[in-house]
């Protein structure tokens, strides 16, 4: 079918060739004049500005937007301009669902459909599919099906699971219409909200097991620092992470995509010296935690990988400094260098 | 290879039957004489006794233990009464690493191997194949390499990580010798806290799934209640969580092992009503939370899983009344029935 | 000077009575007649109406509401209707520091100064006074200052912190002005926040304390419960909780005006029978960890503070049944109905 | 009554002025002659080793121990070798509870009582008494009962619970027997994880209102960074940190010691820039979640508390690693050099 895309960036650009190669008709626009000539180059048919675009759509429209979340509202306001009853646009990119929520109203007053589609899949999409969760009215999803049928991975990408039969769903083939206009976003953002926490089992699994060597390393005695009541049971410096990660990947319980990403970048550099560990988030996992609270719906893992995150960052430095300070004012403890 | 078990339970037995197709020789016994019975009919050799087990064996012999961590010990000393310089034991069971060292500590001064080799794979192992840590000395690790390698997957049950080249390594067939005695068990237990972290982190964001139609549930307005300020923003009643677990399972950043098990579990039962959410824990997480707070090391995600499993056995109940009863000290606020 | 209250629940009512003590001219109104009474019974004028309340005050009037947060909306904006330029509002409940914000927005273009005032100190306020957290314009702040200090406990409440000289200023007397329409609620969002971390940070204590015999206790021994490694350590059943809550009140670093009333509470009912547990939040818990999570701040204490309630509540059982569910997919693991 | 005080360092020194103030006979002995020389000046009786201590007091007798955790094994060791059956000795410093139980065990084989006693109260001891939390046989603690009524701040140092009458038993005194050996430190081993937490609460909150004004500062946009959706709610740019803890000190709910002293180091220090921010950590607060781990019982508080500390002494950096290198192979994304 005939789609158009705004924002040729890494995900929007790959999601066209994928769409592409299954044979959709794909007319695509970018700030860029060189991502745009790009996709042309491979098949894609290119426009110099979004009127140019949606004026060689014909009716009804579809309109997929692949934009940073900061720049997606301006964007929606002058497609709801340009557009006509009937049409509808996709927003794919990270927006909050609650901007779902109030666009959509906007949109639907003048006839149009808005269509949330929270992707996962990052830069490995193009070739391994990607997962869609979309909220939207059952109109503008039904037509658009061939669309996300083409961007999921289809349901060879893992076996079916015990006790499905028949036809596949289209959750079995990667892509679920989850509920009214936000709930495919709700559904994404929950989805990053616990990859935030995946992430950050390993990475604090890992870490215990780098450390597990403070019995035979020097430590200091003193008043401000309990000695390590048993050394003789943390012997074990130097365990190979690497080797760790890899070995992981074959027959254990903690088995998962993230694991084996986990092992590739241990792998190329064990010691991860090319990181300076400040982990940015980009919104998710912020929202999940107060969906979680605003629903009164306990998630402390989920948080405390958000909250990990902004620590990586030295959130807590002044938080800590009061700590300091109240040490020295009730016990004349001076802080230490060392750790 | 010539291996002895002793424990036939759920693990023991089916590890025992993954080595008998493989080729090695097994003997075999536990308490139950029906449990030994029913491995002689595969294959194996039974005995009637650990004595009697024991001398069964050619030297340098092998014998794997595959009991609760609360008999472990025993069984230990009892066996270091039969077995001779040069011997081995295995213990493949989830016994703290702590005892590990303590026990091959007792071993080596009898000239005998001490080898801990923590096992994952679960119910799912003897088609699969078991993930296999070991710790142990060189001399015992590498005669008992075969055995090894029968339990464990094989590299082909994931596909190499990129930038492995060459013949696969142990860790990439499934097994890895990853330090001296306690080092397998120690690198299970982290494993283990992992893997509760990663359950956890599905279960809180399916539980925020689950709630997010709060906003069209009547809610009670009174001074001891805060109203939701944007109902609007929680309109999503009955998202359909089997098909949210099912259409991660491909293509997304989620995806893993567990939660295929959970997509399959939420497929038969969507509402889990066959449970009454009193998660048990055995042990190595506690351990690894532990580990963090000796080593230093934070590990806020791995605590919070474990303490989730704490509290939904009712641990928090008298520090829930000691914040009730703070409320009505200083506000006279009275405990509510609902939520 | 003059001041109008509406809302005489447990907070309005007693702080009308500590403005009356303080020779204040106070004007009341409430839904319920009865309220109004007691208190025209003890030198308050009475008022039949919001109405005749607002009829019966000099320009500038200055009208202080202490209602619901759920209520306060619409009351405000009945106010609005009535007030004239250079009035002021005063919402001294549990509002949210963003409806402040935008409630002084719409008063300010009608020449309103609104004021937003947290107000801490309970049932208890009467007699010790109120901590007044203060947001709102200057011209107001300043006009109603008489009664914000004689609300407040005043300097003699607490020693003067050292270096602290002078004329004593409005913080140390109780009260503070903290910035624009909105930063008194903020505040006192914050203050209630570190308040719900204070309590459960004694709950938390105390519950380790009470379960410090689990080693002379019974304990079953099976595949899926690890033993005690060392119960030797845990032998201390029946420490005397009212005692330690008490000792603790005197010359020891934890001591605190929360863990005053703790003990009192634990030495009228040592075992807090009469509570079931279901603790109770009011909203500002909430809104501190939102603001934490906006704002890109740490805050795992506060957060985990706040899930401890709602899971005292059960929040948490539909995760947990996915955990069990899970256990029981990799492992084969039955609930067990102890714990 | 007759006492000898080893270890004359902070804590030591102030304890034997407080005692003689009382009139107690303290005998006092230090590796540091010139500690012992102040002491002597001031009235206590000097001795030049441990050997002259012990053999200048009549049985039965009564040695306190005030050393670094590190050092009071070997010095117990010591003195088991010079005292006599009916003596005791009293461990006041921060030793594990466990080496109280252990050490008590030896004791107790030659007749030796071993009394624990945890002592709070830091530098301000010597004015404001030491709270004591005491382990041990009851022969010992009721002979030595007029050193702790002497170090104990004494019934007048706060208002008297409600409901309590008649003669202030130990506990309103400011000490307590908790129970047999080992309880006085593990009760002061919690107190000092609530400690951790309470000083942690302070610490996120006054972090949150430091950080009100994001909405107001300059914030970049781009796919890596959701803006803030609504910056109108976080305009509080420069509230004045030091008036918050100061006017939260009077009439509050969150009113207590630490919030005085965190006032205090506010008041001379507004930025707190003396500090870098690395908190220490003495031991118990890792016993404490370790025994709530061991107990099964949850204490997400006490120990967020300690794993903030951890992390402000750098301890998640390779977690951190970790997840950016994860995000690198899923995402591309690179890690940002700003917050």
């Not at 666009?103 to 459909?113: C, Y």
Request: aromatic share 6%; with cysteine; net charge negative.
């Amino acid at each position: 079918m005939q789609i158009a895309m705004i924002g040729l960036g890494r995900m929007g650009a790959n999601m066209v060739r994928r769409l592409l190669r299954a044979g959709h008709e794909c007319h695509v626009y970018d700030v860029s004049a060189e991502a745009v000539a790009g996709l042309v180059a491979e098949g894609a048919r290119g426009a110099g500005s979004v009127e140019e675009l949606v004026g060689g759509l014909e009716a009804p429209r579809t309109v997929w937007l692949m934009l940073p979340a900061a720049i997606t509202g301006d964007s929606v306001t002058g497609l709801l301009g340009l557009l006509d009853p009937g049409d509808a646009i996709v927003d794919g990119g990270n927006s909050s669902y609650r901007d779902d929520i109030d666009r959509a109203e906007t949109a639907a007053a003048q006839g149009i459909d808005y269509v949330d589609c929270g992707t996962s899949g990052g830069v490995w999409g193009l070739e391994r599919g990607y997962c869609l969760m979309i909220g939207g009215p059952d109109r503008a999803v039904s037509r658009i099906e061939p669309v996300f049928a083409a961007l999921a991975p289809g349901v060879d990408a893992a076996p079916r699971t015990p006790g499905a039969t028949g036809d596949p769903s289209p959750a079995e083939q990667g892509w679920l219409h989850c509920g009214p206009s936000g709930a495919g976003h709700f559904v994404k953002m929950v989805h990053n909200g616990i990859e935030y926490a995946l992430m950050g089992a390993y990475a604090e699994g890992l870490n215990i097991i780098r450390n597990a060597g403070v019995g035979v390393r020097a430590a200091e005695v003193d008043a401000e620092t309990a000695p390590l009541r048993e050394p003789r049971y943390y012997p074990f410096d130097g365990i190979d992470l690497p080797a760790v990660a890899e070995v992981w990947r074959r027959g254990s319980v903690v088995g998962s995509w993230l694991l084996d990403l986990t092992a590739e970048a241990l792998r190329s550099d064990p010691g991860l010296e090319q990181f300076a560990g400040r982990v940015s988030d980009s919104g998710e996992g912020r929202w999940t935690s107060i969906a979680a609270i605003e629903e009164g719906v306990s998630a402390p893992l989920l948080t405390a990988a958000l909250y990990s995150r902004f620590a990586s960052r030295g959130s807590e430095l002044f938080a800590d400094k009061v700590e300091s300070a109240q040490r020295l004012g009730f016990g004349g403890h001076l802080e230490k260098s060392g750790s």
